[in-house]
């Protein structure tokens, strides 16, 4: 057991000395008196019970005990050091600005409480949320506008220079609004007769919206519009006939206050991995790291 008496000044006191081999240089490095570092270095070694140095003419030397202690006493004091400059730069965090991209459907799920651990963890942190297309977030990650991107894998060429960790899968989702025609008779064959929103083309899901259609007996839409603007899409979906093909994300505050509805299709062919991207040649950082953290915590929470 550690004896309560021993202090940080103790192991200062005692690893400076050995170190200059003399109390009054240890004592001028530590900015202490001579006889207040002799008194500190005699109370250390009264709790030891053993003397942990020897003072002759030729100066200081290390008892067996102190050879001993020494080891142990730099490496915890070297521990303490290495702790109390982590914090530091975990208190510098706080206030430096962190860019954030986000896929829109990332950006409803699991944005939001992320933000709150990660700003109840540091109060005074500056995350500054960017939602778009998939494409054009990792362009601006690979451009350094953007410190990190919560998203979709991204094909091997606009994967170059970045590294993905897989987070979560989500699937596709075919939304209408409550009270709308194909609830009733949910016939996938019957969309064509509606304007479908369908995710324009580069975007991370208009593959999977494609293969789940072709799937479907279902070749060309006559009244479709393309967009990846869920505002839009939202609004447009509530007010009109509309059906919208869109991640699960996106809408799944919509379905859980049945402001929409969505269809009972089979779906499982259109999960694909959600994820976080960063470059590789990036510097990690405090902020960085907090921000991952609290990312890995509100996903893990999500699929329980």
Same mark, same amino acid.
């Given at each position: 057991?550690?004896? !309560?008496?021993?202090?940080?000044?103790?192991?200062?006191?005692?690893?400076?000395?050995?170190?200059?081999?003399?109390?009054?240089?240890?004592?001028?490095?530590?900015?202490?008196?001579?006889?207040?570092?002799?008194?500190?270095?005699?109370?250390?070694?009264?709790?030891?019970?053993?003397?942990?140095?020897?003072?002759?003419? !030729?100066?200081?030397?290390?008892? +067996?005990?102190?050879?001993?202690?020494? =080891?142990?006493?730099?490496?915890?004091?070297?521990?303490? &050091?290495?702790?109390?400059?982590?914090?530091?730069?975990?208190?510098?965090?706080?206030?430096?600005?962190?860019?954030?991209?986000?896929? +829109?459907?990332?950006?409803? &799920?699991?944005? *939001?409480?992320?933000?709150?651990?990660?700003?109840?963890?540091?109060?005074? !942190?500056? *995350?500054?949320?960017?939602?778009?297309?998939?494409?054009?977030?990792?362009?601006?990650?690979?451009?350094?506008?953007?410190?990190?991107?919560?998203?979709?894998?991204? /094909? +091997?060429?606009?994967?170059?220079?970045?590294?993905?960790?897989?987070?979560?899968?989500?699937?596709?989702?075919?939304?209408?609004?409550?009270? =709308?025609?194909?609830?009733?008779?949910?016939?996938?064959? &019957?969309?064509?007769?509606?304007?479908?929103?369908?995710?324009? &083309?580069?975007?991370?899901?208009? !593959?999977?919206?494609?293969?789940?259609?072709?799937?479907?007996?279902?070749?060309?839409?006559?009244?479709?519009?393309?967009?990846?603007?869920?505002?839009?899409?939202?609004?447009?979906?509530?007010?009109?006939?509309?059906?919208?093909?869109?991640?699960?994300?996106?809408?799944?505050?919509?379905?859980?206050?049945?402001?929409?509805?969505?269809?009972?299709?089979?779906?499982?062919?259109?999960?694909? *991995?959600?994820?976080?991207?960063?470059?590789?040649?990036? +510097?990690? /950082?405090?902020?960085?790291?907090?921000?991952?953290?609290?990312?890995?915590?509100?996903?893990?929470?999500?699929?329980?």
């Amino acid at each position: 057991m550690i004896d !309560a008496r021993i202090r940080l000044r103790h192991l200062a006191a005692f690893l400076e000395i050995s170190r200059r081999k003399s109390v009054s240089r240890a004592a001028e490095a530590l900015h202490l008196t001579q006889p207040a570092i002799s008194k500190t270095l005699a109370e250390l070694e009264d709790i030891l019970g053993l003397a942990l140095m020897t003072r002759s003419r !030729a100066g200081i030397a290390l008892t +067996p005990a102190g050879e001993v202690f020494l =080891h142990y006493a730099a490496t915890s004091h070297a521990a303490l &050091r290495q702790g109390i400059d982590a914090i530091a730069q975990t208190k510098m965090a706080a206030s430096t600005p962190l860019a954030i991209g986000a896929l +829109p459907s990332v950006a409803a &799920r699991v944005i *939001p409480g992320t933000v709150m651990r990660f700003r109840a963890a540091r109060p005074g !942190a500056i *995350p500054r949320i960017v939602t778009g297309p998939n494409g054009y977030l990792l362009d601006q990650l690979r451009l350094g506008e953007l410190d990190l991107v919560v998203g979709r894998l991204g /094909s +091997p060429e606009a994967m170059r220079g970045l590294s993905f960790a897989q987070l979560y899968s989500e699937r596709i989702a075919v939304v209408v609004r409550p009270g =709308h025609p194909l609830i009733e008779t949910p016939d996938i064959a &019957r969309i064509t007769e509606f304007s479908v929103l369908l995710p324009e &083309r580069g975007a991370a899901i208009r !593959a999977l919206a494609e293969r789940f259609l072709i799937a479907n007996g279902i070749g060309e839409l006559p009244n479709r519009i393309e967009t990846v603007a869920d505002a839009f899409g939202r609004a447009f979906t509530r007010q009109t006939d509309a059906v919208w093909i869109i991640s699960n994300g996106v809408v799944a505050l919509d379905l859980a206050e049945g402001a929409l509805v969505e269809l009972p299709f089979d779906m499982g062919d259109t999960s694909g *991995p959600v994820g976080l991207t960063l470059r590789t040649d990036a +510097p990690d /950082s405090p902020a960085l790291r907090m921000f991952t953290t609290a990312l890995r915590e509100v996903t893990r929470a999500l699929q329980a």
